[in-house]
């Protein structure tokens, strides 16, 4: 074991975990209405805690271990034989403890649940969320982890490069997100009455949350005290930073006025196109994909958001669908070294990069899409996705946790 | 009696509060409310979506003044609340029938 290596994972999985508790949740708690904001909370919370306890049943082994090239296999359920605590001797995956390993990759599957909930936020049941994140989990994101990352995978040995999760987790939960809010259906008054971000503050300090915890999340994705790890690390902070002016320029000279929400969306969206491509890009390539993604998600929060008119509350595909896609194709582009990447060695082999670049996108989309739309179908059978109208107007906190964010 | 109710910016409170006192206003309730007349709202942009905020904030005042005082109250609120800008506000007078002060039993004018 390589104890670098093993404090710079950890530290990274805490970072990710940084970025749902309290990260996701301020950000996506002070989007919605003061009357649904700890609803948003609580779901960002137990969807997070929900899919850690199936990654250690049964996840984690059928995302990474050896298997099929579609799904793994039944070997490490419950981490059976990954540690004798007998003789404190641990499996080694790479230079950490496969535990240190599986620790980390638990949060990504857990944040990747948790951003889904901001597609159909202010409408849902508690219940039904719940039984929707370990129906989606089991089906959606551990085949497509698996065929990313894991050794055997489809898209793994068809050479798709997806750094940190651009593909599995945004692109996954950003067309999960689009799916409820066809499925749950629009919010009521929607398109009516304003419904305005209640505390944008919060919305700020959430947002920045999730900027530092996604040091963690890309630069650990190196898995190791590396080169890799440096520059991730930097890129992460290049393209973010081009990504917030991206967006605040564009959202200008489009809208007039450069809004706080403009430049915290263009974080995100930043972080979210870096992701596939933080080890595989130089920083002149992060600084344009930082650039091109922040202002390709101000359009998927605009003129595509009122194309597919579904009421995606918190803009899951708007920001991390399109910036998840925009950042896979970059990668396969900027990740030649001829534009200064560390990876394809000539021209000629971009094109088909881009291919298989395209190949994984289109495969998560339509996969996610179909299981998406069946685990809402049986959550709504068996539980009832949406609130009645009475508790939609009267708002979540009050009617499914039976608390008030702000006493009056 | 009459009772004034006085519709202004908020950030005249302090202006309109200390003039009434220095002519001899001895109360008043104040309260924060939304409307909209000849000023009209502004749009707010939330990313893809434009509301149109048409209910501004102001404050209201209600007080009751005697006959004698009323012209003096109403020029001085005049004078303390103007701005020259669209939307300082109005002032409505309405009749007053009575008026108690529960502490003592005093009735109108002396209640005031």
């Given at each position: 074991?390589?104890?670098?290596?093993?404090?710079?994972?950890?530290v990274?999985?805490?970072?990710?975990?940084?970025?749902?508790v309290?990260?996701?949740?301020?950000?996506?708690?002070?989007?919605?209405?003061?009357?649904?904001?700890?609803?948003?909370?609580?779901?960002?919370?137990?969807?997070?805690?929900?899919?850690?306890?199936?990654?250690?049943?049964?996840?984690?082994?059928l995302?990474f271990?050896?298997g099929?090239?579609?799904?793994?296999?039944?070997?490490?359920?419950?981490?059976?034989?990954?540690?004798?605590?007998?003789?404190?001797?641990?499996?080694?995956?790479?230079?950490?403890?496969?535990?240190?390993?599986?620790?980390?990759?638990?949060?990504?599957?857990?944040?990747?649940?948790?951003?889904?909930?901001?597609?159909?936020?202010?409408?849902?049941?508690?219940?039904?969320?719940?039984?929707?994140?370990?129906?989606?989990?089991?089906?959606?994101?551990?085949?497509?982890?698996?065929?990313?990352?894991a050794?055997?995978?489809?898209?793994?040995?068809?050479?798709?490069?997806?750094?940190?999760?651009?593909?599995?987790?945004?692109?996954?939960?950003?067309?999960a997100?689009?799916?409820?809010?066809?499925?749950?259906?629009?919010?009521?008054?929607y398109?009516?009455?304003?419904?305005?971000?209640?505390?944008?503050?919060?919305?700020?300090?959430?947002?920045?949350?999730?900027?530092?915890?996604?040091?963690?999340?890309?630069?650990?994705?190196a898995?190791?005290?590396?080169?890799?790890?440096?520059?991730?690390?930097?890129?992460?902070?290049?393209?973010?930073?081009?990504?917030?002016?991206?967006?605040?320029?564009?959202?200008?000279?489009?809208?007039?006025?450069?809004?706080?929400?403009?430049?915290?969306?263009?974080?995100?969206?930043?972080?979210?196109?870096?992701?596939?491509?933080?080890?595989?890009?130089?920083?002149?390539?992060?600084?344009?994909?930082?650039?091109?993604?922040?202002?390709?998600?101000?359009?998927?929060?605009?003129?595509?958001?009122?194309?597919?008119?579904?009421?995606?509350?918190?803009?899951?595909?708007?920001?991390?669908?399109?910036?998840?896609?925009?950042?896979?194709?970059?990668?396969g582009?900027?990740?030649?070294?001829?534009?200064?990447?560390?990876?394809?060695?000539?021209?000629?082999?971009?094109?088909?990069?881009?291919?298989?670049?395209?190949?994984?996108?289109?495969?998560t989309?339509?996969?996610?899409?179909?299981?998406?739309?069946?685990?809402?179908?049986?959550?709504?059978?068996?539980?009832?996705?949406?609130?009645?109208?009475?508790?939609?107007?009267?708002?979540l906190?009050?009617?499914?946790?039976?608390?008030?964010?702000?006493?009056? | 009696?009459?009772?004034?109710?006085?519709?202004?910016?908020?950030f005249?409170?302090?202006?309109?509060?200390?003039?009434?006192?220095?002519?001899?206003?001895?109360?008043?309730?104040?309260?924060?409310?939304?409307?909209?007349?000849?000023?009209?709202?502004?749009?707010?942009?939330?990313?893809g979506?434009?509301?149109?905020?048409?209910?501004?904030?102001?404050?209201?005042?209600?007080?009751?003044?005697?006959?004698?005082?009323?012209?003096?109250?109403?020029?001085?609120?005049?004078?303390?609340?103007?701005?020259?800008k669209?939307?300082?506000?109005?002032?409505?007078?309405?009749?007053?029938?009575?008026?108690?002060?529960?502490?003592?039993?005093?009735?109108?004018d002396?209640?005031?």
């Open positions: 074991m390589d104890k670098a290596d093993f404090v710079w994972v950890s990274s999985t805490a970072l990710v975990l940084l970025m749902v309290p990260g996701l949740a301020l950000f996506y708690g002070g989007l919605v209405r003061a009357k649904n904001v700890l609803s948003v909370l609580a779901q960002v919370m137990s969807v997070f805690c929900l899919a850690i306890i199936l990654w250690f049943v049964y996840g984690y082994s995302a271990t050896e099929g090239t579609l799904i793994g296999g039944f070997s490490r359920v419950l981490f059976s034989g990954m540690a004798d605590l007998s003789t404190m001797n641990f499996e080694l995956a790479g230079n950490i403890p496969e535990l240190a390993f599986a620790a980390f990759q638990a949060t990504f599957a857990g944040i990747t649940c948790a951003l889904i909930v901001g597609g159909f936020a202010e409408r849902a049941r508690f219940g039904a969320v719940l039984l929707f994140t370990a129906l989606w989990l089991t089906f959606a994101y551990l085949p497509i982890a698996h065929m990313v990352w050794p055997g995978g489809w898209l793994f040995e068809r050479g798709a490069l997806d750094f940190a999760g651009g593909t599995v987790v945004h692109i996954n939960a950003g067309v997100g689009l799916v409820g809010a066809y499925y749950v259906g629009k919010r009521l008054g398109g009516q009455e304003a419904m305005p971000p209640h505390n944008l503050p919060l919305t700020m300090v959430g947002a920045s949350l999730l900027w530092m915890g996604w040091f963690g999340f890309n630069a650990g994705s898995l190791g005290a590396n080169e890799t790890a440096a520059l991730a690390f930097f890129n992460t902070l290049l393209a973010t930073a081009a990504a917030v002016l991206a967006w605040t320029v564009v959202e200008w000279l489009d809208k007039g006025k450069p809004s706080l929400l403009g430049g915290v969306s263009g974080a995100v969206a930043g972080l979210v196109g870096i992701t596939p491509a933080a080890g595989l890009v130089g920083p002149g390539g992060a600084l344009i994909i930082g650039a091109v993604t922040g202002a390709a998600c101000v359009w998927g929060v605009n003129g595509l958001k009122r194309l597919l008119r579904a009421d995606d509350a918190l803009d899951v595909f708007g920001i991390h669908g399109v910036g998840g896609i925009v950042g896979a194709m970059l990668t582009l900027f990740n030649a070294q001829a534009l200064g990447g560390p990876g394809l060695a000539s021209m000629s082999e971009v094109p088909h990069q881009l291919w298989i670049q395209l190949e994984g996108i289109l495969i989309v339509v996969w996610c899409g179909i299981v998406s739309w069946l685990a809402y179908l049986i959550a709504d059978k068996l539980c009832g996705l949406r609130v009645n109208i009475d508790a939609e107007r009267q708002g906190d009050v009617h499914e946790h039976g608390e008030t964010a702000y006493q009056r | 009696m009459k009772l004034i109710t006085a519709i202004i910016k908020p005249k409170l302090d202006e309109v509060r200390e003039a009434l006192g220095a002519i001899g206003i001895q109360g008043m309730t104040v309260s924060e409310v939304k409307g909209f007349g000849r000023q009209k709202g502004h749009t707010e942009l939330y990313r979506a434009e509301y149109t905020v048409d209910f501004l904030p102001k404050l209201r005042i209600d007080m009751a003044v005697s006959e004698a005082m009323l012209e003096q109250a109403i020029e001085t609120l005049c004078a303390a609340a103007h701005t020259g669209i939307g300082d506000g109005k002032i409505f007078i309405t009749p007053l029938e009575q008026a108690v002060r529960i502490r003592t039993g005093e009735y109108d002396a209640a005031l």
